[in-house]
Antibody
Framework: QVQLVQSGAEVKEPGASVKVSCKAF????????MHWVRQAPGQGLEWMGI????????TYSQKFQGRITMTWDMSTSTVYLELSSLGAHDTAVYYC????????????WGPGTLVTVSS | QSALTQPASVSGSPGQSITISCIGT?????????VSWFQHHPGKAPKLVIF???KRPSGVSDRFSGSKSGNTAYLTISGLQAEDEADYYC??????????FGGGTKVTVV
């Protein structure tokens, strides 16, 4: 059974940065892409971007360009999402979801990481 | 990229069928077969119920069906049950390794 483990909840002040991690266990494919999707309170799901751990290449939603970074730690097979210049509007649950290729359906999702931005 | 357009809410009685639309463009829904639908209960991770517009993952009830015509995708839930009450999101591949979601539809079983 595929398992995705994400880091715990975070509370950050406005203007700070947050780094959320995601690690996949027992995923069918040895090589895969990782998407990040978020949901703010009362809002819908929002695609943030994708990373190819094979080469570290990334594609980000234009909405987050300039303040989003996705990285891959080969030694621990862990993917990271870093979002900077946080504002109250970034308060959300952040999900990771792997796919063999970018267009494949998101069949497995992490449990989500709640990030709260508050002074 | 702009979100796909879904109705904010749809309701139905137990046993009835409902259909949710997802309107996109030729740059997403109309241009690719990779259209998915997710069921999302508050506090839980989204669950894939339809992929490639009309295919059902293993373990998903056959009461869920999907279709696509041009730039619009549809999710139909037949034999509506109380447990189907949730938010539903469409999602389409939009080229260049990007995805786009719909705004979500709240399904209420009345």
């Amino acid at each position: 059974q595929v398992q995705l483990v994400q880091s715990g909840a975070e509370v950050k002040e406005p203007g700070a940065s947050v780094k959320v991690s995601c690690k996949a266990f027992r995923y069918t494919y040895s090589s895969y892409y990782m998407h990040w999707v978020r949901q703010a309170p009362g809002q819908g799901l929002e695609w943030m971007g994708i990373i190819n751990p094979e080469d570290g290449s990334t594609t980000y939603s234009q909405k987050f360009q300039g303040r989003i970074t996705m990285t891959w730690d080969m030694s621990t097979s862990t993917v990271y999402l870093e979002l900077s210049s946080l504002g109250a509007h970034d308060t959300a649950v952040y999900y990771c979801a792997p796919s063999a290729v970018p267009a494949n359906p998101l069949e497995h999702w992490g449990p989500g990481t709640l990030v709260t931005v508050s002074s | 990229q702009s979100a796909l357009t879904q109705p904010a809410s749809v309701s139905g009685s137990p046993g009835q069928s409902i259909t949710i639309s997802c309107i996109g463009t030729s740059d997403n829904v109309g241009g690719y077969r990779s259209v998915s639908w997710f069921q999302h209960h508050p506090g839980k991770a989204p669950k894939l119920v339809i992929f490639e517009a009309k295919k059902r993952p293993s373990g998903v009830s056959d009461r869920f069906s999907g279709s696509k015509s041009g730039n619009t995708a549809y999710l139909t839930i037949s034999g509506l049950q109380a447990e189907d009450e949730a938010d539903y999101y469409c999602c389409s591949y939009a080229g260049s390794n990007t995805l786009v979601f719909g705004g979500g539809t709240k399904v209420t079983v009345v």
